[in-house]
């Protein structure tokens, strides 16, 4: 009887094992490559897949992932973005989101396999930078704490907040912009 029990025991732990280590399937829909085209850089999260522009000019009316010739600016709004809140000062032509110390780690169940190989050289936690102006040729950025990236018309940067482990991504527009 003990036997048997030692052999199922085995073959539960041989089946963990071989279950751990198989990849998680491919999704219907890559949060990345299936994503739409944005201008301004994007932010997601690598624990949900969720992934938002941080926008600070306003789009083109027609053209997908083209500024509009024409920015009204002067305004400021809450954002919510990839699970985060911040907020969009069109005034000074600004983003800025706090990113907390307390992240989740890394899902790969919301991404296909090229892009988890994108994402291989990033944390295994948290959030990453996403240039997605052409989603089929996505450029993945890690986010830490000396983050300094310009990205076509927008410098994004990093800097500490009051609580230990926040950092805060302050994303500045760099276009002359015509009222």
């Not at 829909?29 to 299936?34: E, L, P, R, S």
């Not at 892009?115 to 089929?136: F, I, M, T, W």
């Not at 040729?137 to 300094?148: A, G, L, M, R």
């Amino acid at each position: 009887m003990k036997k048997y029990i030692v052999l199922a025991i085995a073959v539960i732990l041989i089946l963990i094992c071989v279950i751990s280590l198989t990849p998680a399937p491919e999704p219907d829909h890559c949060a990345i490559c299936d994503s739409i085209p944005f201008h301004a850089p994007a932010l997601i999260n690598l624990a949900t897949g969720e992934v938002g522009e941080l926008e600070i000019y306003e789009p083109h009316p027609f053209k997908v992932a083209e500024l509009n010739e024409y920015q009204q600016g002067g305004t400021f709004s809450f954002l919510y973005v990839a699970g985060l809140h911040g907020y969009r000062d069109t005034a000074n032509w600004e983003t800025h989101i706090t990113i907390p110390s307390d992240q989740n780690e890394y899902e790969d169940k919301y991404f296909c396999k090229t892009c988890r190989e994108r994402l291989s050289q990033c944390k295994k936690q948290g959030y990453a930078l996403v240039d997605l102006k052409d989603p089929r040729n996505p450029v993945i950025y890690e986010i830490h704490k000396d983050t300094n990236l310009t990205i076509r018309c927008y410098e994004i940067t990093t800097g500490t907040t009051d609580t230990e482990g926040e950092l805060e991504l302050i994303i500045l527009g760099t276009l002359y912009v015509k009222n």
